[in-house]
């Protein structure tokens, strides 16, 4: 065994952070009136984590190959500590504003962060399912963290059992493909496979060998997809996300439509393109499908929305479809292919966590009560350019990098998602990415006529605390110059995949 | 031939008791017929040379989580009748998707040559899986504690008493 | 014990064919399904994904037996332990949600379309 203990450092720390900040909790804070003290060990915590990534040695691997540590996963190591104390900062008024200001949110974020970590670097599908699981189980907590609210309740309950639908379709896959193929090991498979179509190819001219074309390996490949389409919220699987990301405290819903979503994408990454290469021709066609139901889909049902957080759920969708095309696009070519679908998640990220964020921070005066409550509504957006022009520009940042206008991350990323599709010789695939772009500017530009162009018709308020604005102009900023120097990060991302293949 | 009766036998327990417990009407039955098919699947893991995951089906699945399944059947009873599933999802299209799934999967079961190696001779694997667990597989051994405090934090928080706000 | 067991199995009987075990886990597993699909109550439903995982714990152990790996049972002693971590965090949520459920209108219940 080699134990080059160095290459799971940050995960360490994660993890000590974790404890930590459950100790700390409960033998000083709680006894606290302030419990900034959490949030800020949490942040220190990630912090540490974050600045050791790029000292490690890249495509290191330990114990026996379990645990991989190349470019790819460091990238998005990086990206899930960036959307995590985003998230970790975001989150500190909230908390405090609803009472539910305790040590158990950080430890558990804290886990989460962890397994997706996990994931990013599992070579073998038993880490890819502890990973998954230790991300998922978290979520299960936090999205029922807010346990007085009923709505909270359901959205946990209802993850909880879709979840658990979805991770056991993806471990009968996993069994069927031990079984056909004889191991776990991500690159032992990849290599059998290999291996199978050219002695297939050897033999009979045209015919795939009989392990290719086995059915038990295309019926695994469906599970597989299955369990990872839930997992990104793709649209056969899509059915949870509206009513969970609406239940769920909203800065979980942000984390939620991030983190998740790109360790989703990190294992189809390579499960797909690596251990599975040599079945692209079946996983392209349903995938292609999948793309295109999930982009339609999300982005039609969200122009129905009155509901600001279940509007911004289906566009969450509708994002996922666009990262699948990406995807389908990389079966063929490569590189430039999962170049930019890692780069569209990170661009992804940004732009999604800062439209959550927005939300979050709005509050209006309840009528029967007077009490301040969250924003969630069309209506309670609007007029907001008076009150506060610097929050409403900040949402229009985000808008327009969500419907893909330059000069911003989301005009970028979906160029270089819609090239790759085109250098793909899938041109008709690129098409409806961009129809389905247009379709999407409707309900996100209605937000802005809102805001700019009606009259308040609620008292509206936004939080001031100096945490959540930090974090909102990190995320405007990084979206804006991901938008002007897009190159710069191109070039990360498209070394962080060159070592997959 | 002795082998194939008993594994008739627990496949028989197992098969049956599971039906009983995805379509039972009364939710005790299911919890209690949930018992015989954790037996059953215990039985046909001792068949396979697993004596390890036999007991430890045997005290996990039964001594935990069915423990576990019946505290919640009886703490809430009164919310047997709540609809919480999906509504849209009728008896006979499930079956149908189900089924042609099911037929699908059998097709693909028998047409495949399985490999037939030699069988092993059996040995016990406790030492062997220990040993496992503290070498290669030291990292997952890890990461599932791991799971099992975030889950023991996170059940205690939500189901303890009310936070005051 | 263990080796008395094995003993036994050893001298007198022949493996079974490995298409028997895969067929009820299959069943299992499909049962499972229709199970989560169609039935109504929280409990019954997390105890039809119970049978699911260990439709897929059955395909492990059969395929290490039949591959002469341990690899295949130590993924089920992993899938055991998130199964029990799942039911404590579901067994959390039921528990609770039934609790709030007591202090609030039985109509209200339903606040989000499922």
């Known amino acids: 065994m080699n134990l080059n203990w160095t290459a799971i450092l940050p995960e360490i720390f994660i993890t000590l952070t974790a404890l930590g900040v459950l100790g700390i909790d409960l033998f000083y804070t709680r006894y606290q009136k302030d419990k900034t003290l959490n949030a800020i060990v949490t942040l220190s915590g990630m912090g540490i984590a974050f600045l050791l990534l790029p000292f490690l040695s890249a495509k290191t691997q330990i114990f026996t190959s379990l645990f991989v540590l190349d470019p790819l996963a460091i990238f998005f190591k990086m990206v899930f500590l960036i959307s995590g104390s985003m998230t970790a900062l975001i989150s500190i008024n909230y908390l405090k504003m609803e009472g539910f200001d305790l040590g158990e949110y950080y430890g558990v974020l804290l886990f989460s962060i962890l397994g997706m970590m996990v994931m990013a670097s599992a070579n073998d599908f038993i880490l890819i399912y502890l990973g998954l699981e ?11 963290f807010f346990k007085t609210d009923l709505r909270s309740n359901e959205a946990a309950l209802k993850y909880l059992i879709l979840g658990g639908f979805a991770s056991a379709l993806f471990l009968y896959g996993i069994s069927l493909l031990y079984g056909v193929t004889g191991s776990t090991e991500i690159s032992y498979i990849a290599g059998y496979l290999t291996e199978q179509t050219r002695t297939g190819a050897d033999s009979v001219a045209g015919v795939t060998s009989a392990v290719l074309s086995h059915p038990l390996l295309s019926l695994s490949l469906i599970m597989l997809l299955a369990g990872l389409c839930f997992k990104v919220a793709a649209v056969p699987f899509h059915m949870w996300t509206p009513d969970v990301y609406e239940g769920a405290p909203t800065s979980v819903t942000a984390f939620m439509s991030v983190g998740p979503k790109a360790a989703g994408f990190v294992v189809m990454l390579r499960v797909l393109l690596v251990a599975l ?67 569209y998640i990170l661009s992804y990220a940004f732009m999604n966590l800062g439209a959550f964020t927005v939300l979050l921070a709005l509050r209006k005066e309840d009528k029967q009560t007077g009490l301040m409550v969250p924003a969630m ?54 098409v409806i990415g961009v129809i ?43 979206t804006l110059l991901i938008g002007i120097l897009p190159n710069l990060l191109f070039n990360v991302a498209r070394a962080s995949v060159v070592s997959l293949f | 031939m002795l082998l194939v009766i008993i594994f008739t036998i627990f496949a028989a327990i197992t098969i049956i008791s599971a039906g009983m417990v995805a379509f039972s009407q009364n939710i005790v039955y299911s919890a209690f017929s949930l018992l015989f098919t954790f ?42 009748e709540v609809n919480l599933s999906n509504e849209s999802m009728r008896l006979a299209p499930a079956a149908i998707v189900v089924l042609a799934f099911l037929g699908l ?32 597989y030291l990292l997952p051994f890890e990461i599932a504690s791991l799971v099992l405090l975030t889950a023991l934090v996170g059940a205690v928080f939500i189901a303890r008493g009310r936070v005051k706000k | 014990m263990p080796y008395i067991l094995c003993f036994t199995v050893n001298r007198f009987m022949s493996p079974i064919p490995l298409s028997y075990y895969l067929v009820v886990s299959t069943l299992i597993f499909f049962i499972g399904m229709l199970g989560v699909l169609t039935r109504r109550n929280v409990l019954i439903i997390l105890m039809s994904i119970e049978l699911m995982l260990n439709a897929a714990n059955i395909n492990f152990i059969v395929f290490s037996y039949y591959l002469n790996s341990l690899r295949g049972q130590i993924f089920v002693f992993f899938v055991m332990t998130v199964a029990a971590a799942e039911a404590a965090v579901g067994l959390a949520v039921i528990v609770y949600l039934f609790r709030n459920k007591n202090t609030v209108n039985d109509d209200e219940f339903s606040l989000m379309r499922w």
């Open chain 1, 134 to 144: 230790l991300m998922t189980v978290s979520f299960y907590v936090l999205s029922g």
């Open chain 1, 377 to 430: 509504d069309l209506e309670d957006f609007s007029g907001l350019s008076k009150r506060d022009p610097l929050t409403a520009f900040l949402m229009l940042i985000f808008m327009f990098s969500l419907t893909g206008i330059p000069p911003t991350a989301g005009f970028v990323g979906k160029f270089y998602l819609f090239m790759s599709a085109v250098d793909a010789n899938l041109v008709w695939l690129a």
């Open chain 2, 39 to 80: 037996f059953g699947i215990a039985g046909l893991y001792v068949l396979l040379a697993a004596d390890f995951l036999a007991a430890t089906q045997l005290l996990i699945y039964v001594g935990g989580i069915l423990v576990l399944l019946l505290f919640g059947v009886m703490l809430t009873h009164k919310i047997q």
């Open chain 1, 277 to 343: 290469g040599a079945l692209e021709k079946q996983w392209m066609v349903i995938l292609a499908v999948i793309s295109i139901l999930t982009m339609t889909l999300g982005n039609i049902v969200a122009i129905a929305q009155q509901n600001v957080k279940r509007m911004l759920a289906y566009s969450s969708i509708a994002h996922a479809g666009y990262i699948l095309l990406g995807i389908v696009a990389s079966a063929r070519v490569l590189t430039a292919g999962s170049a930019s679908v890692v780069f």
């Open chain 2, 105 to 136: 999967l059998s097709i693909a079961i028998y047409r495949t040559q399985w490999p037939t190696v030699p069988v092993p001779e059996l040995t016990p694997t406790t030492a062997r899986i220990g040993t496992l667990f503290m070498t290669d």
């Open chain 1, 436 to 478: 389905n772009s247009a379709i999407s500017a409707y309900y996100y530009l209605r937000i802005l006529v809102y805001i700019y162009m009606k009259e308040p018709k609620v008292v509206q308020s936004v939080d001031n605390s100096s945490s959540l604005w930090v974090a909102l102009y990190v995320m405007a900023l990084a």
